[in-house]
């Protein structure tokens, strides 16, 4: 029997757009998450916590919800002295988004970077490619263990931790797995790369040909540069493509961190960004379930 994730895959094939969810950081930090302190560390202490902000992007009309394990690799975990919690911390976090979830919609396995440089940029001790793939493997199988239906890896900013994490997820697991990468947008030559020169064309390409399902970008800029991202994609493939943008830039005031897009301001976005061919839409750092509920609106009203 085929894994539930599929059918994501086949609503796409079939002509249909998902909606993703929204942002984590700001909604742990106004629950009271601490700066330094290890967000996936809340799966275990407070779990009531996670669920309510995965219960809020289910109502607000999500069609897929990812896990709280942005950083729940071994080598990102370790920065906290939590990697012997590898497994359980991801398992429950997986349980937490699964408990959340309505029937018919999904549960994604987030796998952020492990923020350590590869080999070929670090001065010293650079991860290696096999490095990298264990330690998303480790990630990705009690992930799949705590019943993800597919596999987010995102914010990514190196090719090679992409796709060694593509990689690690599709051997550990017969389930689709979803790619982005993080994009700056260059200013002085208009135009979008990744940190270390990729192009949208490129990166579409070569995360596809590392085995993604689906491909597109997160986090990054805002939904104008998603819209000219996703754009460009669709130029070089027919694959499913997603994007989940930030809401703006950060606003810093003080000690607080604002973002300049509120959901009204976010979502009028959205058609362009539907018309440039995007599949699955949802929104990253800044935004809440009120961003999510009027894209998920917009998603269903063009829907006819
Ligand atoms: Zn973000």
Redesign the pocket.
């Known amino acids: 029997m085929k894994a539930r994730g599929w059918e994501v895959i086949e609503r796409i094939r079939g002509g249909q757009t998902l909606v993703f969810d929204g ?1 984590y950081g700001t909604m742990l930090f106004a629950a009271g998450l601490l700066n330094g302190a290890c967000p996936e560390l809340w799966n275990d202490t407070h779990a009531d916590v996670v669920r309510g902000i995965h219960q809020g992007y289910f109502d607000a009309g999500s069609d897929i919800v990812e896990t709280n394990t942005f950083g729940g690799t071994r080598l990102k975990l370790n920065e906290y002295q939590l990697g012997d919690r590898t497994r359980e911390l991801n398992e429950k976090g997986a349980r937490l988004a699964r408990a959340a979830a309505p029937a018919g919609r999904f549960v994604a396995g987030s796998i952020g970077p492990t923020s350590r440089l590869p080999q070929d940029y670090a001065l010293d001790e650079g991860v290696t490619d096999e490095e990298y793939e264990a330690t998303f493997r480790e990630q990705a199988t009690a992930l799949s263990e705590g019943g993800v239906d597919l596999f987010a890896v995102e ?1 990514m900013m190196f090719p090679q931790e992409a796709t060694a994490a593509i990689r690690a997820c599709r051997a550990v697991a017969d389930l689709p797995v979803m790619a982005t990468m993080f994009f700056q947008y260059e200013e002085m030559h208009d135009r979008d790369r990744t940190m270390w020169g990729e192009s949208a064309a490129d990166v579409a390409t070569n995360l596809l040909s590392a085995g993604a399902d689906v491909v597109g970008m ?3 800029r805002g939904p104008d540069r998603a819209i000219v991202i996703i754009r460009d994609m669709r130029k070089v493939t027919d694959a499913p493509l997603i994007a989940y943008p ?1 809401a703006g830039l950060p606003v810093t005031t003080g000690d607080t961190v604002t973002y300049e897009l509120g959901p009204e301001a976010m979502a009028r976005e959205y058609p362009a960004l539907l018309d440039a061919g995007c599949n699955i839409v949802g929104a ?2 800044g935004s809440n379930p009120e961003h999510i509920r009027l894209i998920s609106e917009l998603v269903r009203r063009r829907k006819k």
């Open positions: 942002g914010t997160n986090c990054g930030n990253c750092c």
